[in-house]
């Protein structure tokens, strides 16, 4: 067993280690082959030499994130260690910025399948970005449109979503439509809420500029000059989809996300996603782009619970 000391310097170790060292144990969570000792500002790693060297390489990672950005969350802590470090501190860079929203949110992809969306929109008119819970699909989508919408490359928003299970079946629930749908909707508005000041982003929703919308009121329209999402697809059986995208009209991009994991349809009816990506596969304009739990933004747990639902199945 070797033994080798790191030296922590210029870096308020509360702050990197987190209070009790939080941040300090998950990171030796990851390297289960090596024993990790703080003392002050010294870090006493032993382990075999080669362990020993890839915690050292994926620390320096760590502290070069922390220093460059002065911060280090959970969260950019399990991608630098999941994901190439040095593709995540890049991509942390200003310049990648989608969105500057409120309180100085800064909202960027953070991915490397997020990043495959922003790069797949600027060279298609449409993709499709199919993954489990919490893989960023919508906040990223959104942010995409809000920026497309800033930049003058489109006139408006369009939100669209199978508003419950198999058919939209909203006559039990109380209230008027908008009541009715809401709740299903509330994804979305929590996005725009990020990115978008209160009075401008009630403006937009009053004039039109973003609409948010079930997806049987899209039957019979022409979505021209418009940045379009359909948000959890994977519930639009196969011919609301192909209703749906036979919408497109001039100037318009259009993102589809989905979850085949989660099918909420009755079983006899296929899940209109899981056809369309398979139909329309090779088509030049249109981009499909899978992302899994490495782009699980969430809890960490989230990524775990994931991974453990994958190996059952």
């Known amino acids: 067993m070797q033994e080798k000391e790191i030296i922590i310097e210029s870096v308020d170790l509360r702050d990197f280690f987190g209070p009790q060292n939080e941040k300090l144990k998950m990171i030796q969570k990851h390297f289960p082959k090596v024993k990790v000792i703080a ?10 030499d080669s362990e ?16 460059r950005y ?4 959970e969260n950019q802590i399990e991608r630098v260690l ?23 949110l800064k909202i960027k992809a953070r991915t490397h399948n997020q990043r495959r969306m922003v790069a797949a929109v600027a060279k298609n ?8 819970a919490g893989t960023g699909k919508t906040y990223t989508a959104v942010a995409l449109g809000v920026r497309a919408l800033k930049n003058k490359e489109v006139r408006k928003i369009i939100l669209v979503r199978p508003a419950v ?12 439509l908008k009541e009715k749908l809401d709740p299903y909707l509330r994804p979305l508005y929590d996005a725009l809420r990020d990115m978008i000041p209160p009075e401008k982003l009630s403006y937009f929703l009053e004039t039109g500029v973003i609409e948010i919308a079930p997806l049987a009121f899209m039957r019979g329209r022409t979505l021209d000059h418009a940045f379009v999402i359909l948000d959890e697809a994977q519930n639009a059986t196969t011919q609301q989809m192909k209703m749906f995208l036979t919408r497109m009209g001039k100037s ?21 996603l899981i056809e369309s990506v398979k ?15 490495k782009d699980v933004i969430r809890h960490r747990l989230v990524k775990q619970i994931i991974s453990a639902f994958n190996k059952k199945e």
């Open 39 to 48: 003392r002050g500002n010294v870090l006493k790693v032993l382990g075999e």
């Open 52 to 67: 020993i060297k890839f915690f050292e390489s994926k620390f320096e990672l760590l502290l070069d994130h922390f220093n």
């Open 70 to 73: 002065s911060g280090l969350t």
């Open 82 to 104: 999941d994901e190439n470090g040095e593709d995540v501190i890049n991509s942390d860079h200003k310049d990648d910025v989608l969105v500057f929203g409120n309180r100085g």
């Open 125 to 132: 008119d449409m993709i499709f970005a199919e993954g489990p």
């Open 165 to 176: 299970e198999a058919g939209e079946n909203l006559g039990f629930l109380p209230g008027d």
């Open 252 to 272: 318009a991009k259009f993102i589809v996300n989905g979850d085949v994991t989660q099918v909420d349809l009755p079983k006899h009816q296929k899940s209109g």
């Open 279 to 293: 139909i329309l596969k090779g088509i030049g304009g249109i981009e499909i782009i899978h992302l899994d739990e």
